[in-house]
Protein backbone atom coordinates (compact mmCIF):
# COMPACT_ATOMS: atom_id res chain seq x y z
CA UNK A 1 0.00 0.00 0.00
CA UNK A 2 1.44 3.37 -1.10
CA UNK A 3 2.38 5.78 1.86
CA UNK A 4 1.86 9.73 1.59
CA UNK A 5 3.71 12.55 2.92
CA UNK A 6 3.28 16.31 2.49
CA UNK A 7 6.01 18.20 2.40
CA UNK A 8 6.27 21.23 4.78
CA UNK A 9 8.14 24.37 3.26
CA UNK A 10 8.21 27.78 5.75
CA UNK A 11 10.45 30.06 5.83
CA UNK A 12 13.87 29.88 8.06
CA UNK A 13 12.96 26.31 8.79
CA UNK A 14 14.33 23.02 6.78
CA UNK A 15 12.15 21.76 4.68
CA UNK A 16 10.69 18.44 5.97
CA UNK A 17 11.25 15.22 3.54
CA UNK A 18 9.55 11.90 2.69
CA UNK A 19 11.36 8.30 3.66
CA UNK A 20 12.98 6.69 0.95
CA UNK A 21 9.90 4.36 -0.87
CA UNK A 22 6.71 7.17 -0.03
CA UNK A 23 5.33 9.21 -2.23
CA UNK A 24 5.68 12.94 -1.74
CA UNK A 25 3.22 16.05 -1.94
CA UNK A 26 4.32 19.33 -2.34
CA UNK A 27 1.61 22.02 -1.83
CA UNK A 28 2.09 24.35 -5.16
CA UNK A 29 1.06 28.08 -5.35
CA UNK A 30 -1.42 27.62 -8.77
CA UNK A 31 -4.57 29.05 -6.95
CA UNK A 32 -8.02 28.63 -8.82
CA UNK A 33 -9.85 31.91 -7.51
CA UNK A 34 -9.76 31.54 -3.73
CA UNK A 35 -9.26 27.83 -3.69
CA UNK A 36 -6.08 26.09 -3.45
CA UNK A 37 -6.27 22.62 -4.10
CA UNK A 38 -2.48 22.15 -6.01
CA UNK A 39 0.41 19.73 -5.15
CA UNK A 40 3.12 18.09 -6.90
CA UNK A 41 2.80 14.18 -6.33
CA UNK A 42 6.34 12.57 -6.65
CA UNK A 43 8.01 9.21 -5.95
CA UNK A 44 11.11 9.29 -3.29
CA UNK A 45 13.21 6.10 -4.27
CA UNK A 46 15.00 3.15 -2.61
CA UNK A 47 18.15 6.00 -2.44
CA UNK A 48 16.25 8.91 -1.08
CA UNK A 49 15.94 10.68 -4.47
CA UNK A 50 12.99 12.09 -5.41
CA UNK A 51 11.18 11.83 -8.96
CA UNK A 52 8.78 14.14 -9.89
CA UNK A 53 5.55 12.72 -11.51
CA UNK A 54 3.15 15.46 -12.03
CA UNK A 55 0.42 18.57 -11.10
CA UNK A 56 -2.81 16.75 -8.82
CA UNK A 57 -5.78 19.20 -7.59
CA UNK A 58 -7.08 17.61 -4.09
CA UNK A 59 -10.24 19.08 -2.89
CA UNK A 60 -12.25 18.18 -0.10
CA UNK A 61 -15.91 18.53 0.03
CA UNK A 62 -17.58 21.63 0.50
CA UNK A 63 -14.27 23.46 0.43
CA UNK A 64 -14.89 27.03 -1.43
CA UNK A 65 -11.76 28.75 -0.52
CA UNK A 66 -8.23 27.92 0.83
CA UNK A 67 -5.67 25.69 0.93
CA UNK A 68 -6.70 21.67 0.56
CA UNK A 69 -5.94 20.47 4.27
CA UNK A 70 -4.25 16.81 4.64
CA UNK A 71 -3.32 14.46 7.01
CA UNK A 72 1.06 15.12 6.91
CA UNK A 73 1.39 11.52 6.64
CA UNK A 74 -1.09 9.18 5.54
CA UNK A 75 -2.19 5.79 3.12
CA UNK A 76 -5.45 6.57 1.83
CA UNK A 77 -6.88 10.65 1.84
CA UNK A 78 -10.17 10.39 3.74
CA UNK A 79 -13.92 9.72 2.44
CA UNK A 80 -14.86 13.33 1.71
CA UNK A 81 -11.50 14.43 -0.39
CA UNK A 82 -11.13 13.49 -4.25
CA UNK A 83 -8.20 14.32 -6.53
CA UNK A 84 -7.89 14.46 -10.61
CA UNK A 85 -4.81 15.17 -12.39
CA UNK A 86 -3.57 18.42 -14.20
CA UNK A 87 -3.51 17.25 -17.46
CA UNK A 88 -2.78 13.44 -19.48
CA UNK A 89 0.64 13.78 -18.58
CA UNK A 90 0.36 13.27 -14.67
CA UNK A 91 -1.13 9.86 -15.57
CA UNK A 92 1.72 8.95 -18.17
CA UNK A 93 4.58 9.71 -16.17
CA UNK A 94 2.55 7.81 -12.78
CA UNK A 95 2.31 4.56 -15.52
CA UNK A 96 5.62 4.97 -16.69
CA UNK A 97 6.74 5.27 -13.21
CA UNK A 98 4.52 3.06 -10.96
CA UNK A 99 3.79 0.69 -13.44
CA UNK A 100 0.87 -1.54 -12.12
CA UNK A 101 1.24 0.11 -8.72
CA UNK A 102 -0.26 3.50 -10.61
CA UNK A 103 -3.90 2.38 -9.80
CA UNK A 104 -3.57 1.94 -6.27
CA UNK A 105 -1.90 5.07 -6.14
CA UNK A 106 -4.65 6.70 -7.73
CA UNK A 107 -7.68 5.24 -5.61
CA UNK A 108 -5.51 6.04 -2.38
CA UNK A 109 -5.77 9.47 -3.47
CA UNK A 110 -9.55 9.51 -4.27
CA UNK A 111 -8.53 10.29 -8.10
CA UNK A 112 -12.13 10.46 -9.45
CA UNK A 113 -10.59 9.46 -12.96
CA UNK A 114 -10.10 5.95 -12.15
CA UNK A 115 -12.67 5.54 -9.42
CA UNK A 116 -16.63 6.01 -11.11
CA UNK A 117 -18.15 6.37 -7.96
CA UNK A 118 -16.24 8.96 -6.12
CA UNK A 119 -16.87 10.72 -9.47
CA UNK A 120 -20.52 10.44 -9.54
CA UNK A 121 -20.74 11.82 -5.69
CA UNK A 122 -18.64 14.58 -5.99
CA UNK A 123 -19.46 15.66 -9.65
CA UNK A 124 -21.84 18.24 -8.46
CA UNK A 125 -19.21 19.44 -5.62
CA UNK A 126 -17.82 23.16 -5.71
CA UNK A 127 -14.33 22.69 -5.97
CA UNK A 128 -14.78 19.89 -8.90
CA UNK A 129 -15.81 22.36 -10.92
CA UNK A 130 -14.59 25.98 -9.96
CA UNK A 131 -10.83 23.89 -9.79
CA UNK A 132 -10.25 20.00 -10.26
CA UNK A 133 -12.22 20.20 -14.15
CA UNK A 134 -11.93 24.41 -14.56
CA UNK A 135 -9.43 24.03 -17.20
CA UNK A 136 -9.11 21.85 -20.43
CA UNK A 137 -5.99 20.14 -19.68
CA UNK A 138 -7.70 18.51 -16.69
CA UNK A 139 -11.35 17.68 -18.84
CA UNK A 140 -9.10 15.81 -20.72
CA UNK A 141 -6.92 13.99 -18.15
CA UNK A 142 -10.58 13.13 -17.15
CA UNK A 143 -11.24 11.81 -20.31
CA UNK A 144 -8.11 9.72 -20.90
CA UNK A 145 -6.82 9.00 -17.87
CA UNK A 146 -8.24 5.21 -18.02
CA UNK A 147 -6.93 4.43 -21.77
CA UNK A 148 -3.23 6.47 -20.43
CA UNK A 149 -3.46 3.68 -18.05
CA UNK A 150 -4.27 0.87 -19.98
CA UNK A 151 -1.92 0.89 -23.36
CA UNK A 152 -1.84 5.17 -24.57
CA UNK A 153 -3.22 7.55 -26.06
CA UNK A 154 -6.83 7.54 -27.60
CA UNK A 155 -7.14 7.61 -31.53
CA UNK A 156 -7.05 10.81 -32.20
CA UNK A 157 -7.80 10.76 -35.75
CA UNK A 158 -10.29 11.77 -38.32
CA UNK A 159 -11.91 15.23 -39.23
CA UNK A 160 -13.52 17.48 -36.65
CA UNK A 161 -14.38 21.48 -35.87
CA UNK A 162 -13.45 23.64 -33.47
CA UNK A 163 -16.38 26.83 -33.04
CA UNK A 164 -14.91 29.82 -31.09
CA UNK A 165 -17.30 33.18 -30.73
CA UNK A 166 -15.30 36.46 -29.85
CA UNK A 167 -14.46 39.72 -30.21
CA UNK A 168 -10.47 41.14 -31.66
CA UNK A 169 -11.92 44.72 -30.62
CA UNK A 170 -15.49 45.37 -32.51
CA UNK A 171 -18.40 43.13 -32.48
CA UNK A 172 -18.30 39.87 -31.73
CA UNK A 173 -17.21 37.17 -34.42
CA UNK A 174 -17.60 33.63 -35.14
CA UNK A 175 -15.16 31.30 -36.32
CA UNK A 176 -15.49 27.78 -37.16
CA UNK A 177 -11.89 25.77 -37.41
CA UNK A 178 -12.34 22.08 -39.21
CA UNK A 179 -9.05 20.09 -38.93
CA UNK A 180 -9.08 16.46 -40.57
CA UNK A 181 -6.50 14.59 -38.90
CA UNK A 182 -5.12 11.12 -40.66
CA UNK A 183 -6.29 12.47 -44.08
CA UNK A 184 -4.32 12.29 -47.02
CA UNK A 185 -4.28 15.22 -47.15
CA UNK A 186 -2.52 17.81 -44.15
CA UNK A 187 -5.27 18.83 -42.14
CA UNK A 188 -3.17 18.86 -38.83
CA UNK A 189 -2.72 22.96 -39.36
CA UNK A 190 -5.53 25.63 -39.62
CA UNK A 191 -3.87 28.95 -41.49
CA UNK A 192 -5.55 32.02 -40.72
CA UNK A 193 -4.91 35.63 -42.94
CA UNK A 194 -5.35 38.82 -42.81
CA UNK A 195 -4.39 42.27 -43.37
CA UNK A 196 -2.94 44.07 -40.62
CA UNK A 197 -5.33 45.43 -38.00
CA UNK A 198 -8.14 42.75 -38.97
CA UNK A 199 -7.68 41.05 -35.43
CA UNK A 200 -5.58 37.62 -36.04
CA UNK A 201 -2.95 38.36 -33.13
CA UNK A 202 -5.59 39.22 -30.65
CA UNK A 203 -8.00 36.09 -32.00
CA UNK A 204 -5.19 33.64 -31.47
CA UNK A 205 -4.37 35.01 -28.15
CA UNK A 206 -7.99 34.92 -27.04
CA UNK A 207 -8.09 31.18 -28.51
CA UNK A 208 -5.15 30.04 -26.61
CA UNK A 209 -7.09 31.26 -23.04
CA UNK A 210 -10.16 29.72 -24.21
CA UNK A 211 -8.49 26.38 -25.32
CA UNK A 212 -7.59 26.19 -22.05
CA UNK A 213 -10.08 27.83 -19.84
CA UNK A 214 -13.77 26.65 -21.70
CA UNK A 215 -15.72 28.02 -18.84
CA UNK A 216 -19.11 28.98 -19.95
CA UNK A 217 -18.87 32.82 -20.18
CA UNK A 218 -15.55 34.31 -20.49
CA UNK A 219 -13.97 37.88 -21.19
CA UNK A 220 -12.28 36.59 -24.15
CA UNK A 221 -14.38 34.20 -25.65
CA UNK A 222 -16.71 30.98 -25.97
CA UNK A 223 -15.40 27.60 -27.13
CA UNK A 224 -17.33 24.56 -28.43
CA UNK A 225 -15.61 21.95 -29.48
CA UNK A 226 -15.95 18.02 -29.25
CA UNK A 227 -12.20 17.56 -27.86
CA UNK A 228 -10.77 19.04 -24.48
CA UNK A 229 -7.27 19.71 -25.12
CA UNK A 230 -3.81 18.36 -22.43
CA UNK A 231 -1.89 21.29 -23.56
CA UNK A 232 -2.36 25.02 -24.69
CA UNK A 233 1.19 26.16 -25.89
CA UNK A 234 1.17 29.93 -27.65
CA UNK A 235 4.26 30.85 -29.56
CA UNK A 236 4.74 34.19 -30.92
CA UNK A 237 8.36 35.20 -31.52
CA UNK A 238 7.08 39.12 -31.63
CA UNK A 239 7.87 41.49 -29.38
CA UNK A 240 4.53 43.44 -29.69
CA UNK A 241 2.51 40.80 -29.21
CA UNK A 242 -0.36 40.41 -27.01
CA UNK A 243 -0.50 37.05 -25.50
CA UNK A 244 -1.17 36.66 -21.70
CA UNK A 245 -1.52 33.85 -19.50
CA UNK A 246 -4.87 32.77 -17.06
CA UNK A 247 -5.37 33.57 -13.79
CA UNK A 248 -7.72 35.37 -11.36
CA UNK A 249 -5.94 38.75 -10.89
CA UNK A 250 -1.97 39.04 -10.17
CA UNK A 251 -1.79 36.41 -7.86
CA UNK A 252 -3.56 34.03 -10.08
CA UNK A 253 -1.25 34.88 -13.40
CA UNK A 254 2.13 34.21 -10.77
CA UNK A 255 1.06 30.84 -10.02
CA UNK A 256 0.79 29.74 -13.70
CA UNK A 257 4.02 31.08 -14.27
CA UNK A 258 5.60 29.29 -11.56
CA UNK A 259 3.74 26.29 -12.40
CA UNK A 260 5.05 26.70 -16.45
CA UNK A 261 4.27 23.64 -18.62
CA UNK A 262 2.48 21.85 -15.26
CA UNK A 263 -0.35 23.76 -15.54
CA UNK A 264 -1.34 23.00 -18.86
CA UNK A 265 -0.66 26.18 -20.54
CA UNK A 266 2.65 27.61 -21.69
CA UNK A 267 3.65 31.22 -23.90
CA UNK A 268 6.88 30.89 -25.80
CA UNK A 269 8.02 34.53 -27.16
CA UNK A 270 10.24 37.45 -26.90
CA UNK A 271 8.04 39.16 -23.34
CA UNK A 272 9.82 37.80 -20.35
CA UNK A 273 6.10 37.64 -18.64
CA UNK A 274 7.73 35.39 -15.55
CA UNK A 275 10.63 38.57 -15.30
CA UNK A 276 8.22 41.13 -14.84
CA UNK A 277 5.69 38.71 -12.59
CA UNK A 278 8.56 38.47 -10.05
CA UNK A 279 9.47 42.32 -10.42
CA UNK A 280 5.82 43.26 -9.77
CA UNK A 281 5.83 45.24 -12.57
CA UNK A 282 3.07 45.73 -15.23
CA UNK A 283 6.26 46.50 -17.99
CA UNK A 284 7.06 43.48 -19.89
CA UNK A 285 11.03 43.65 -20.31
CA UNK A 286 12.16 41.44 -23.70
CA UNK A 287 14.43 38.61 -22.90
CA UNK A 288 17.75 38.59 -23.48
CA UNK A 289 20.25 36.79 -25.63
CA UNK A 290 21.78 35.06 -23.08
CA UNK A 291 18.21 33.62 -21.96
CA UNK A 292 16.92 33.33 -25.32
CA UNK A 293 20.28 30.60 -25.37
CA UNK A 294 19.42 29.36 -22.29
CA UNK A 295 15.64 28.23 -23.46
CA UNK A 296 16.83 26.89 -26.29
CA UNK A 297 19.48 24.60 -24.57
CA UNK A 298 16.83 23.41 -21.72
CA UNK A 299 14.39 22.43 -24.58
CA UNK A 300 16.85 20.75 -26.62
CA UNK A 301 17.88 18.85 -23.50
CA UNK A 302 14.28 17.80 -22.55
CA UNK A 303 13.48 16.83 -26.14
CA UNK A 304 16.42 14.53 -26.57
CA UNK A 305 15.11 13.19 -23.02
CA UNK A 306 11.90 12.63 -24.00
CA UNK A 307 11.56 11.07 -27.46
CA UNK A 308 14.25 10.16 -29.98
CA UNK A 309 12.87 11.17 -32.75
CA UNK A 310 13.74 14.54 -31.88
CA UNK A 311 17.19 13.85 -33.80
CA UNK A 312 15.36 12.89 -36.72
CA UNK A 313 13.18 16.25 -36.77
CA UNK A 314 16.69 18.09 -36.16
CA UNK A 315 18.01 16.36 -38.33
CA UNK A 316 15.09 17.24 -41.14
CA UNK A 317 15.45 20.55 -40.10
CA UNK A 318 19.38 20.97 -40.67
CA UNK A 319 18.95 19.73 -44.04
CA UNK A 320 18.00 23.23 -45.27
CA UNK A 321 21.03 24.57 -47.34
CA UNK A 322 21.44 27.79 -44.92
CA UNK A 323 22.29 25.80 -42.08
CA UNK A 324 25.71 24.52 -43.66
CA UNK A 325 26.69 28.40 -44.78
CA UNK A 326 27.71 28.58 -40.86
CA UNK A 327 29.10 26.82 -37.59
CA UNK A 328 28.01 23.69 -38.84
CA UNK A 329 29.54 24.01 -42.28
CA UNK A 330 32.75 22.11 -41.08
CA UNK A 331 31.04 19.96 -38.89
CA UNK A 332 31.57 16.10 -39.51
CA UNK A 333 28.66 14.53 -40.93
CA UNK A 334 25.45 14.97 -38.48
CA UNK A 335 24.36 11.23 -39.01
CA UNK A 336 27.55 9.94 -37.63
CA UNK A 337 27.48 11.84 -34.27
CA UNK A 338 25.92 10.81 -30.79
CA UNK A 339 23.46 12.36 -29.23
CA UNK A 340 25.99 14.36 -26.66
CA UNK A 341 27.97 15.67 -29.82
CA UNK A 342 25.34 16.31 -31.89
CA UNK A 343 23.96 18.80 -28.72
CA UNK A 344 27.36 20.42 -28.52
CA UNK A 345 27.46 20.92 -31.94
CA UNK A 346 24.57 22.68 -32.13
CA UNK A 347 24.61 24.54 -29.16
CA UNK A 348 27.62 26.25 -30.55
CA UNK A 349 25.89 26.70 -33.68
CA UNK A 350 23.50 28.48 -31.74
CA UNK A 351 25.91 31.02 -30.28
CA UNK A 352 27.13 32.11 -33.81
CA UNK A 353 23.88 31.47 -35.80
CA UNK A 354 21.19 34.20 -37.30
CA UNK A 355 18.50 35.46 -36.06
CA UNK A 356 16.14 33.60 -37.87
CA UNK A 357 18.25 29.48 -37.38
CA UNK A 358 18.09 30.12 -33.95
CA UNK A 359 14.27 30.94 -33.74
CA UNK A 360 13.92 27.87 -36.02
CA UNK A 361 15.92 25.46 -34.07
CA UNK A 362 14.37 27.26 -30.78
CA UNK A 363 10.88 26.60 -31.56
CA UNK A 364 11.32 23.42 -33.17
CA UNK A 365 13.24 22.45 -29.91
CA UNK A 366 10.02 23.63 -27.62
CA UNK A 367 7.43 21.96 -30.24
CA UNK A 368 8.98 18.75 -29.84
CA UNK A 369 10.08 19.19 -26.21
CA UNK A 370 6.18 20.24 -25.02
CA UNK A 371 3.72 18.96 -27.71
CA UNK A 372 1.76 15.88 -26.24
CA UNK A 373 -1.40 13.95 -27.77
CA UNK A 374 -4.83 16.39 -28.34
CA UNK A 375 -2.68 19.26 -27.90
CA UNK A 376 -3.34 22.87 -29.24
CA UNK A 377 -0.72 25.03 -31.43
CA UNK A 378 -0.69 28.49 -31.56
CA UNK A 379 1.76 29.90 -33.76
CA UNK A 380 1.33 33.91 -34.39
CA UNK A 381 3.56 34.30 -37.42
CA UNK A 382 6.83 32.15 -37.88
CA UNK A 383 7.91 34.08 -40.96
CA UNK A 384 8.57 37.04 -39.12
CA UNK A 385 12.08 36.24 -38.88
CA UNK A 386 12.74 33.39 -41.45
CA UNK A 387 13.75 33.19 -45.09
CA UNK A 388 11.43 31.33 -47.42
CA UNK A 389 13.12 28.08 -47.25
CA UNK A 390 13.98 28.06 -43.60
CA UNK A 391 9.84 29.12 -43.22
CA UNK A 392 9.57 25.63 -45.50
CA UNK A 393 11.96 23.40 -43.26
CA UNK A 394 10.19 24.83 -40.05
CA UNK A 395 6.88 23.90 -41.34
CA UNK A 396 8.05 20.25 -42.20
CA UNK A 397 8.91 19.79 -39.13
CA UNK A 398 5.92 21.40 -37.15
CA UNK A 399 3.68 19.17 -39.42
CA UNK A 400 5.71 16.17 -38.33
CA UNK A 401 5.58 16.75 -34.71
CA UNK A 402 1.96 17.73 -34.61
CA UNK A 403 1.03 14.25 -37.09
CA UNK A 404 3.15 11.92 -34.46
CA UNK A 405 1.84 13.34 -31.65
CA UNK A 406 -1.87 13.52 -32.17
CA UNK A 407 -1.93 17.28 -31.88
CA UNK A 408 -3.49 20.51 -34.04
CA UNK A 409 -1.78 23.63 -34.82
CA UNK A 410 -3.40 27.20 -35.67
CA UNK A 411 -1.10 29.39 -37.30
CA UNK A 412 -1.72 33.19 -38.17
CA UNK A 413 0.29 34.26 -41.31
CA UNK A 414 1.35 36.73 -44.22
CA UNK A 415 3.35 34.43 -45.83
CA UNK A 416 1.58 33.24 -49.11
CA UNK A 417 4.13 30.07 -49.20
CA UNK A 418 1.95 28.45 -46.17
CA UNK A 419 -1.62 29.33 -47.57
CA UNK A 420 0.16 27.30 -50.77
CA UNK A 421 0.94 24.39 -48.52
CA UNK A 422 -2.34 24.57 -46.87
CA UNK A 423 -5.60 22.95 -48.77
CA UNK A 424 -8.67 25.52 -48.72
CA UNK A 425 -10.54 24.13 -46.46
CA UNK A 426 -8.16 24.36 -43.89
CA UNK A 427 -7.95 28.31 -44.69
CA UNK A 428 -9.87 31.04 -43.15
CA UNK A 429 -9.36 34.62 -44.29
CA UNK A 430 -10.15 37.26 -41.49
CA UNK A 431 -11.14 41.06 -42.71
CA UNK A 432 -12.30 43.99 -40.88
CA UNK A 433 -14.26 46.92 -41.96
CA UNK A 434 -15.00 49.11 -38.82
CA UNK A 435 -16.40 47.05 -36.39
CA UNK A 436 -17.47 44.30 -38.25
CA UNK A 437 -14.99 41.36 -38.54
CA UNK A 438 -15.80 38.57 -40.88
CA UNK A 439 -14.27 34.98 -41.75
CA UNK A 440 -14.28 33.39 -44.95
CA UNK A 441 -12.61 30.45 -47.40
CA UNK A 442 -10.89 31.53 -49.83
CA UNK A 443 -12.37 31.61 -53.09
CA UNK A 444 -9.72 29.33 -54.95
CA UNK A 445 -8.54 26.03 -53.90
CA UNK A 446 -5.03 26.94 -51.68
CA UNK A 447 -3.26 23.93 -52.63
CA UNK A 448 -0.07 24.00 -55.06
CA UNK A 449 -1.41 27.16 -56.30
CA UNK A 450 0.57 29.52 -57.93
CA UNK A 451 2.22 32.24 -55.24
CA UNK A 452 1.12 34.91 -57.48
CA UNK A 453 -2.32 33.98 -57.83
CA UNK A 454 -2.82 33.33 -53.75
CA UNK A 455 -1.01 36.77 -53.45
CA UNK A 456 -3.78 38.45 -55.64
CA UNK A 457 -6.99 35.82 -55.20
CA UNK A 458 -6.06 35.72 -51.27
CA UNK A 459 -4.10 38.25 -49.79
CA UNK A 460 -6.00 40.91 -52.11
CA UNK A 461 -2.88 42.43 -53.60
CA UNK A 462 -3.37 44.89 -55.92
CA UNK A 463 -0.70 45.83 -58.17
CA UNK A 464 -2.50 48.87 -59.61
CA UNK A 465 -1.63 50.42 -56.39
CA UNK A 466 2.07 49.33 -56.22
CA UNK A 467 4.93 51.80 -57.30
CA UNK A 468 6.80 49.66 -60.07
CA UNK A 469 3.40 50.05 -61.97
CA UNK A 470 4.08 54.43 -61.39
CA UNK A 471 7.55 54.19 -63.03
CA UNK A 472 6.36 51.90 -65.80
CA UNK A 473 3.48 54.49 -66.46
CA UNK A 474 6.31 56.95 -66.06
CA UNK A 475 8.48 55.09 -68.32
CA UNK A 476 5.62 54.56 -71.09
CA UNK A 477 6.68 58.07 -73.06
CA UNK A 478 9.77 56.29 -73.89
CA UNK A 479 10.68 53.66 -76.71
CA UNK A 480 10.64 49.74 -75.21
CA UNK A 481 13.95 49.43 -76.33
CA UNK A 482 14.88 52.39 -74.71
CA UNK A 483 13.61 50.99 -71.28
CA UNK A 484 15.14 47.49 -71.69
CA UNK A 485 18.15 48.88 -71.55
CA UNK A 486 17.70 50.14 -68.40
CA UNK A 487 17.72 47.02 -66.84
CA UNK A 488 20.58 44.48 -67.04
CA UNK A 489 18.97 41.66 -67.58
CA UNK A 490 15.61 43.52 -69.79
CA UNK A 491 12.09 43.98 -68.38
CA UNK A 492 10.52 41.50 -66.65
CA UNK A 493 7.39 39.61 -69.20
CA UNK A 494 5.04 41.48 -66.26
CA UNK A 495 6.82 44.43 -66.65
CA UNK A 496 6.78 44.55 -70.38
CA UNK A 497 3.34 43.27 -70.33
CA UNK A 498 2.05 46.20 -67.85
CA UNK A 499 4.31 49.14 -70.40
CA UNK A 500 3.06 47.82 -74.19
CA UNK A 501 -0.49 48.20 -72.52
CA UNK A 502 -0.23 51.81 -71.55
CA UNK A 503 1.72 52.35 -74.51
CA UNK A 504 -1.25 51.01 -76.93
CA UNK A 505 -4.13 52.80 -74.50
CA UNK A 506 -1.93 56.13 -74.71
CA UNK A 507 -2.15 55.15 -78.82
CA UNK A 508 -5.38 54.96 -78.57
CA UNK A 509 -6.76 58.13 -76.75
Not at 37 to 55: K, S
Not at 289 to 298: C, G, Q, S
Request: proline letters at 6%; glycine letters at 8%.
Amino acid sequence: MPTFHVIRSRPGLAETRAPAGSWSLRPDALPDGALQTAFVLGRVDDHGVEQRVGLVRIAAAGQQRGRTTLPLRFDVVPEDVYSLGAGPEYYRELRDLAGADAHAVLRALGDVAVDPERRARFSTDFAFSQSLVRYGPSRAALEEAVTILASGPADQSGAWTLQFSTAVGGDPVDLDLDFGVGDDLPGEIVVLVGPNGSGKTRLLANLALSAFDPSEEQAWGRLRTPRSFSRVLAFSYSALDQFDVPGDGARGRSGFLQAGVDSGYSYFGLRDLKAADEAGTSSVPLKSADRIRRDFEAAMEEAFDLDTRFREVIEEVLEEPSFRLGVLAGADDIGDMDDSTLASELREFFGEASTGHKFVLLMVSQLCAHVRPQCLVLVDEPEAHLHPPLLAAFLRALRRVLRERGANAVVATHSPFLVQETPSRYVRVITRQGPYTSVRLPVIETFGEDVGTITREVFQLDTSRSEYVDILETLASLPIDQVERKFERGLSGQARSLLLTEQRRRRST
